[in-house]
């Protein structure tokens, strides 16, 4: 924090962003003045280097420390840098690739070298005119190609116009291989040369030095040869001494079959490491090689080398002082090779070695590297001018996006923040919210708080190699018909097409409208995963048994058969038992559903609307009201954390900008008709038919008396199905006759 200064004397500007005030960046005057706004305002505190919309030049130079993330110490450092060098500080809002250097301050110490630089690369390039750009430092190598020094401390043959100098350049670069120049040749820097010409010297005394081959020009192969079977004669010099001490042994200590037996079905030809540790040839007890004796096979070649070139034809067995003296023989001669100096130079052959050392051009070259050093300032400045050109360009985007948000926020759809890296066309939606993840499961874990409905795609092109790993924000529309594994294409920012695939969905509300489906969804979907996995365990079980019953049945003894085929008697109390569960199940399902429609009758049209109403409201309602709570706290603050940002205030997405980060094709008013559609009536005739069966139902269930249960005012009109009330009214009357029977008197007659 040490750019940060405490005094608070300019006056900022600021404006309501994404939900939170933010300081207005609007002049250069703003920009100089950085290192007085409070970190608590930055919207952004750091963010990586990589995996932004920045060229990944800028992006380095803005990075002070090199440390892979960009700092507020990191901007106020790079703003008061190239402010200083500005006579105009507002040139910088433009963000040209191009300047005036005439624009370039030249009061300021850096803006002078800037300047003289720039000029001199104008000058270099031999373009006329004031304006440079970054076309004209985008290489480097032709800025010096044609210059003789270039201030990197490395000459080339391009140094110098001396034969003789051209010519031990040439020779130095060929055996040290040289280090690549500012102009894209191989040269040389004081230390090589040091080194050359040491190795000139320490080749020629190594030679001057030399020895006498003791075995001509053969020596060489006899001593590597010689190397190669030292210690495996030695080996079995000491295994025959331990064979004459302990005759016992001899079998142990000599070639045993037992382990040519465990690898004799094998491909010997791969053996080669469990052959050569067998011994040399076979232990007889005598400490002598029979130089005729067979040999093993590994080793056979040296072996005969040595047996041709170095022993005497006479000879018949090596011993162990005949093995010591052959070895004593070149040790001089060993020694003096092993000691070989200067090996680098070797290939140029001694007489031009010679030469170069009678020439000793070694202090003329060390001249020509210290002039070239002497221009170090001067090219580094050139290098400057590459640095300045690359921040006047995306110095003040990385300050809309960092500083504030005004890029992601702004209203031009043609303008994108430094984190959205392209557009994600599926399911007929164009997502331009899209960012680049480095780890779809570490990034997922972190991005859920951010209430957004989430895409995770891998995408491939056959112009890249690479995997691009990306996250699209749905902000409109509905799920539709997006699922792990639906494919799409990505359009990154330079119009490349990708070839995306979907790997994880983070599931939030995207709108109101579509949680109000969402229970119903959910509930068809447990629904339907019931069901299935119903009929899987049913389907298992099934085939369980019948696997069981087939395996079974061979073993199976005739009785068994028998009785397993025999029907078994029928329970009739059982079967009752079943029938009147049934019914009573049935009967308090008709009980519960007649309550229910009587309950429903009672109520008049409107109270049944408000019902309906009130149902529709307790399902659907607390999850429109999490989904308003969760689309009014969207926010890609989590996104941008979890890619490495340290965002330091909200960054929410409203309903009507969400609208604008996702886009729904839309088809014009047209007439439609399909000519493999299925002919049949008109919707308004479906609708008809509809209420008029629905109608026709609820008459014939109202007239077969079926209704009576709901309310008594629903019996039906038909005797047939009132045969209780009949009877009833009969009954009354013969009891009304029998009681005016009772009361008759019958008077006597006179």
Known sequence: MSFITKEKKYKWNFVNVGGSARVRINSGEDIAHLAELDPKMWTVLSCP?????????????????????????????????????????????????????????????NGKKLFSS????????????????????????????????????????????????????????????????RSGAQGVNAELIESFYKNLNDYVAWCDAKVEAPFGDNTDAVINAYNALDAKVKDFFMRSKLAAFSPNSMAS??????????????????????????????????????????????????????????????????????????????????????????????????????????????????????????????????????????????????????????????KDNDVKAIFQCGTLIIDQRACKFCMRVNDTAKHSASAAPSGMYLVYCDCTTKSKPAKLQIVAAMTVGDIGALTVGKNGIFYDNDGLEWDAVVTKIIDNPINILQSFWSPYRRMATAIENLINKSAADKDAKMMANATANINAAPTKTAEEAKAAVAAPPFDIAKFAGIFAAIGMAVGMIGTALASIFKGLFALKWWQLIILFVGIILVISGPAMVMAWMKLRRRNIAPLLNANGWAINSNAKISIPFGETLTEIAKYPKMKLNDPYAKKGMKPWQSWFLSIFTAILIVVVLWLFNVLSGVSPKLKSPLPRYNKAEVENVVNDTINIQEVVEENIVVEPTN
């Open 118 to 181: 720039a000029k001199q690369i104008l000058e270099n390039l031999g373009k006329e005119g004031t304006v440079i750009s970054l076309s004209d430092t985008a290489d480097i190598t032709a800025i010096f190609a044609k210059t003789r020094f270039n201030g990197d401390g490395i000459i080339t043959e391009a140094s110098t116009d001396d034969a003789d100098l051209k010519a031990t350049i040439t020779a130095a670069v060929t055996t040290t291989a040289g280090v690549a120049d």
């Open 253 to 410: 200590l000599d070639i045993q079959t037992s382990r040519i037996d465990a690898i004799s079905a094998e491909n010997l030809s791969t053996k080669n490491d469990e052959i050569a540790a067998y011994p040399l040839t076979h232990i007889t007890g005598k400490s002598e090689i029979d130089i005729n004796a067979a040999i093993n096979p590994v080793w056979d070649n040296n072996f005969n080398t040595i047996k041709s070139l170095a022993l005497d034809a006479s000879k018949t067995v090596i011993t162990e002082k005949d093995w010591a003296e052959i070895g004593g023989k070149f040790a001089a001669y060993q020694a003096w090779r092993n000691a070989k100096a200067g090996a680098a130079v070797e290939g140029l052959g001694i007489d031009a070695i010679k030469n170069f050392i009678a020439q000793d051009k070694k202090a003329e070259l060390l001249d020509l590297v210290a002039q070239d050093a002497a221009l170090k300032e001067e090219s580094d400045n050139i290098e400057m001018v590459d640095k300045f050109l690359y921040i006047f360009r995306d110095f003040y985007k990385l300050l809309k996006n960092f500083v504030t948000f005004n890029d992601f926020y702004n």
């Open 49 to 109: 280097t990589t995996g932004l919309e920045i060229d990944d030049k800028s992006l380095k130079y803005m990075d002070c420390d090199g440390d892979g993330k960009l700092r507020i110490n990191d901007v106020i450092s790079v703003s008061q840098w190239i402010m200083s060098m500005l006579k105009d500080k507002d040139l910088i809002l433009k963000g040209s690739n191009s300047i005036d250097i005439n624009d370039i301050n030249t009061d300021d110490a």
